[in-house]
């Protein structure tokens, strides 16, 4: 990675980061192709093009899968336990992987279950059941 794409990718993650302490998830998207990306991206990983532009995708979804996590790393050491989750975001938006805090037991959570995204002073996405 050149010092040009590590300046971009930040400028990329600031512009996310923002966007979501109004409540929006901002992606990218390839016009290429359409593939979408939670993950700043400057070329498409699927068909090459560099002809990427930003996407608010929806900020609910459904939870596919989920883990209560009680060790954490030290960015999350006093929020265990939380459940980490992948959520499939609604209207064909990407799965992206996020947390929710004060879930201890597996009765407190279930695959299927309707989630949004909430604002947080933590890095990453913080959903909350909806
Ligand atoms: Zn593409």
């Given at each position: ?8 990718d930040r ?20 016009t290429?192709c359409?593939?979408?990306?939670i ?18 995708f ?15 790393s ?8 939380y459940?980490?989750?992948?959520v499939?975001?609604?209207d ?12 201890s ?9 309707k ?16």
């Open positions: 990675m050149n010092q040009e794409t590590k300046t971009v400028m990329l993650i600031k512009e996310q980061v923002d966007s979501l302490r109004d409540g929006k998830v901002v992606g990218y998207t390839c290429a359409d593939k979408d990306s993950t700043p991206i400057v070329r498409c990983p699927e068909c090459g093009s560099g002809d990427i532009t930003t996407k608010i929806a900020s609910t979804g459904t939870i596919l899968t989920y883990t209560i996590q009680r060790v954490a030290e960015l999350f050491i006093n929020d265990v336990p459940a980490w989750i992948i499939q975001l609604d064909g938006g990407p799965r992206v992987t996020g947390w929710i805090p004060y879930v037991k597996p009765e407190d959570v279930a695959v299927g279950d989630v949004k995204i909430t604002t947080s002073y933590k890095p990453g996405f913080m959903f909350e059941k909806s």
